[in-house]
């Protein structure tokens, strides 16, 4: 480093020295671990690029960058997408087209074929799946990024590793330093205690918590039985845990999403999710950040009520993640879909509305993974709908099981014995872009699919599409052709993208085009106009029908009213005081409306107030 570099280093580390030392050794007690990992952030700090220590201080002026509103992500798997990682690289301009400038690698590191979980059993966290390239691919792609204005995010998997990591390997024969990384037993005592208390994630695909080994030990698998999870009680590996997070910051990433954050702290006689420690281990990454790489934000991955998720901020004086996912307003987006029944979506965007503006959250339709219906059925159940009916009747509509449903997509970990189940399929295919038949049908569908991605676009945080989803990419069964993937139905929606469709994203009468043109226009406006600052008042409106939902962005000098009916009728809506224009009035006639507005079955209105 250069001496202004250390000064600097320095300066960060005293800024947070004195809250890092007290929580690792309230959690750890060790000292010379802890001086261990000063000395190691200070290694890691140092072999930032040139490139990268710029982007730390300019984020560091900057530190809200992540709030404004010209961001927009898309997910995609670089295999699907372009083949390997030089493969995104020549297809950055069509990112840029698509208006995307954060994009969400999907899981690239090292894994073994056929136990892999889509890439979320890490073999090797410092190399890259071969097919896919290397790291050398890998910090070429994000530079490119970089040059083209592109955030760069990926997947951290902290909560496990594969058992074919190095690590598992070595505990598997019998390492004793290396079994203390995992939870290992010798019977299944402790094993049958901890299941008295912990939930099941998979209960059909992968049942239980633990997987008894070939030699008759026991190993902790809270997920799948190859994916072994780390004992964070172990100091050794919270620090070799941070210099991987670190080594990967240092590949020129922008965002780093902690994957299964909820469960990285085990107690016996818990449920082994959201503890206390939890806390202490994100708060402590926030400040290593902050520390050695302060461009770097976190994306917290907590798929669970939102009573639950917003703690994953922290407070406003002790933040933990930088941005956390919408879960539920997603959920509840599809629950809307198939009720037509817009209160409960309401009820959220209402609670989240009253939150800080510090908080920031990831909206999206659609992901990697299935969608499981987490819904507040305390107030559902209000208005009669009881949980176990109301799943299996969800997924009867989004199968196109249900008279007049449309939705086409399949089951996942489907648990017949509590009628449990989790939902795959793409956002056009779930709009009945696949199942139309006629002229009338598909254009239902496209635009019903727009009326959703409006939706999306017009809540505060960062919107992120689903690869595909910009070209109304549909349901692809032929996974079912391949061994590896034919029991996992999430890769219903995991397709590769079909170039020849996205080749038609220009032409304003393909159903490719029209979706891919109608979604730039609207990241367009959200960009230019002021009031979609994160920094507005957003508030629902009562709309006077249960089918249509209406939300209002004030900001500044300026207020929109954003109208999205989930019903296949045609509405009225009264309008605040005032005239209101049109603002995605191409090819409409009538472009300012004062008093009330129609509007067309599942579409929608952006409106902005004039004067």
């Not at 049942?207 to 997920?223: A, C, I, K, Q, S």
């Not at 590949?251 to 902690?258: A, L, P």
């Not at 029944?341 to 510090?358: A, G, H, I, M, Y």
Request: glycine share 8%; proline share 5%.
């Amino acid at each position: 480093m250069t001496e202004q570099e250390d000064a600097l280093f320095r300066a960060r580390l005293a800024r947070h020295h004195d809250e890092l030392r007290w929580l690792y050794m309230e959690l750890y007690d060790n000292g010379s671990m802890f001086a261990e990992l000063c000395n190691q952030m200070y290694r890691f700090a140092e072999m930032r690029s040139a490139a990268l220590k710029a982007r730390d201080a300019a984020r560091e002026a900057e530190p809200e960058w992540y709030k404004h509103r010209d961001l927009l992500g898309m997910m995609l798997y670089i295999d699907n997408f372009a083949g390997n990682l030089n493969g995104v690289r020549g297809k950055l301009d069509y990112l840029q087209e698509a208006g995307v400038n954060c994009l969400h690698l999907m899981p690239f590191l090292n894994t073994v074929k056929g136990r892999d979980d889509g890439g979320y059993a890490v073999a090797d966290f410092r190399t890259v799946r071969p097919d896919l390239g290397t790291m050398e691919d890998l910090e070429a792609l994000t530079s490119a990024c970089h040059d083209k204005g592109i955030n760069v995010c990926m997947d951290f998997v902290m909560n496990h590793t594969s058992c074919d990591h190095e690590w598992a390997q070595r505990a598997l024969a019998g390492d004793g330093e290396y079994m203390s990384r995992y939870f290992f037993f010798d019977n299944p005592e402790i094993p049958a205690e901890y299941e008295k208390t912990v939930p099941q994630v998979f209960p059909t695909t992968a049942p239980g918590n633990f997987t008894r080994l070939e030699d008759g030990r026991y190993v902790m698998t809270t997920f799948y039985p190859y994916q072994w999870d780390l004992n964070y009680r172990n100091p050794r590996v919270f620090n070799e845990m941070m210099y991987n997070f670190l080594f990967l910051a240092n590949q020129g990433m922008d965002i780093i999403r902690i994957d299964a954050v909820p469960y990285i702290w085990k107690e016996l006689g818990t449920s082994c999710r959201n503890l206390p420690r939890v806390h202490t281990i994100v708060r402590m990454m926030r400040m290593i950040g902050e520390i050695v790489c302060p461009s770097v934000i976190l994306l917290g991955e907590v798929v669970m009520e939102p009573v639950k998720v917003v703690p994953y901020f922290g407070t406003v004086d002790k933040p933990e993640c930088h941005l956390l996912y919408n879960v539920t307003t997603m959920c509840t987006t599809w629950h809307t879909v198939a009720t037509r029944d817009t209160r409960l979506l309401r009820k959220q965007l209402d609670s989240v509305s009253t939150l800080p503006k510090e908080y920031v959250f990831l909206n999206y339709l659609r992901c990697h993974d299935d969608i499981g219906w987490g819904l507040d059925y305390d107030t559902l159940k209000t208005w009669g709908m009881d949980e176990v009916p109301h799943k299996k009747y969800l997924n009867d509509f989004f199968q196109g099981r249900t008279e007049g449903s449309v939705s086409r997509g399949e089951l996942y970990n489907d648990d017949p014995t509590t009628g449990d189940a989790r939902f795959c399929g793409t956002t056009a295919s779930m709009c009945g872009l696949e199942s139309a038949q006629t002229p009338a049908q598909v254009d239902t569908a496209i635009g019903f699919d727009l009326t959703l991605h409006a939706m999306m676009l017009f809540q505060s945080g960062i919107p992120m599409l689903y690869s595909g989803d910009e070209i109304g990419q549909l349901n692809d069964y032929t996974y079912k052709d391949d061994p590896a993937k034919a029991a996992d139905s999430r890769y219903v929606h995991r397709g590769a993208l079909p170039w020849t469709r996205a080749a038609q994203r220009t032409d304003k009468t393909a159903p490719a085009g029209r979706i891919f043109q109608g979604l730039h226009q609207l990241e367009t406006l959200r960009r230019t106009i002021p009031a979609f600052e994160a920094s507005a008042q957003v508030r629902t409106l009562d709309t006077g029908d249960v089918a249509v939902l209406g939300l209002v962005r004030t900001g500044g000098d300026q207020t929109l009213v954003g109208l999205f009916n989930f019903g296949g009728d045609t509405h009225e809506v009264a309008l605040p005081a005032g005239t209101y224009r049109d603002m995605t009035a191409a090819g409409r006639k009538k472009k300012t409306f004062s008093g009330s507005v129609t509007l067309p079955p599942y579409g929608f209105f952006w409106l902005q107030q004039q004067g």
